[in-house]
């Protein structure tokens, strides 16, 4: 069946370290992978979207891989801080038109100071 | 406001009941989309509203479940005689376009029903 996991429900890591996060899937071959941040109570917010030709992509402290070979996307998070504490999605296009995404069940990052 | 709104923020229902969720989407998007989130799990496509087209109505549970959208503004989510299995926070959320250049989805703060 398809599927999208997300490598662990909770990460806990130091602030100041690298925060990485996993995104692997199986039976889709995705035109793009959306990466979202959904804090408590509220609806989850687009932060990164690459396209299967995009090796890698970068926004201020965040970055993405996406490796077609592998199904797999991993979303790093560079000198983390509290208050990148929140629940991250990864997102995929099923329909190849944009028309419905299959979300993850989201990694909770806890960032301790 | 310049995002999207979802009205009530929290309903409480009796099994059996109908309920209404309503869904204002960024002025100017013309695709809108339904989701449900669960109590720990991710997000569940319901279904997706693209200008005047056929909505995709793929991820509806079932027939209980159904949609409507006036043109490209204000959209309402059905949910007829409902069940303690329905409870449930619903995301809506809108984009520019629904492909994948202009995908961008954002989304409201949800409506988290509760059916007792």
């Known amino acids: 069946s398809q599927k999208i996991e997300q490598n662990s429900e909770a990460l806990n890591i130091q602030e100041g370290k690298t925060a990485t996060l996993t995104c692997n899937y199986t039976?889709?071959?995705?035109?793009?992978l959306q990466w979202y941040r959904q804090d408590p109570g509220r609806g989850p917010v687009f932060l990164l979207l690459?396209?299967?030709?995009?090796k890698e992509k970068r926004k201020e402290r965040l970055k993405v891989t996406f490796d077609t070979t592998l199904k797999q996307s991993l979303f790093h998070i560079t000198a983390s801080q509290p208050a990148d504490s929140a629940t991250y999605l990864c997102a995929l296009d099923i329909s190849q038109a944009g028309t419905a995404l299959i979300f993850g069940k989201g990694t909770t990052l806890s960032v301790s100071s | 406001g310049a995002g999207v709104s979802q009205s009530p923020s929290n309903k409480v229902t009796e099994k059996g009941k109908d309920v209404e969720l309503r869904c204002d989407p960024i002025s100017g998007h013309t695709a809108l989309y339904w989701y449900r989130q669960r109590l720990g799990q991710g997000l569940e496509f319901l279904i997706y509203f693209q200008g005047n087209s056929a909505p995709d109505k793929s991820g509806l549970p079932s027939d209980r479940f159904s949609a409507e959208r006036t043109g490209e503004s204000v959209s309402t989510l059905t949910i007829q005689r409902t069940q303690q299995e329905d409870s449930a926070v619903y995301l809506c959320?809108?984009?520019?376009?629904?492909?994948?250049?202009?995908?961008?989805?954002?989304f409201g703060p949800g409506t988290r029903l509760t059916v007792l």
């Open positions: 039976n889709y071959s995705p035109a793009y």
């Open positions: 690459i396209r299967e030709n995009e």
């Open positions: 959320a809108s984009s520019l376009r629904g492909t994948s250049v202009y995908n961008e989805q954002f």
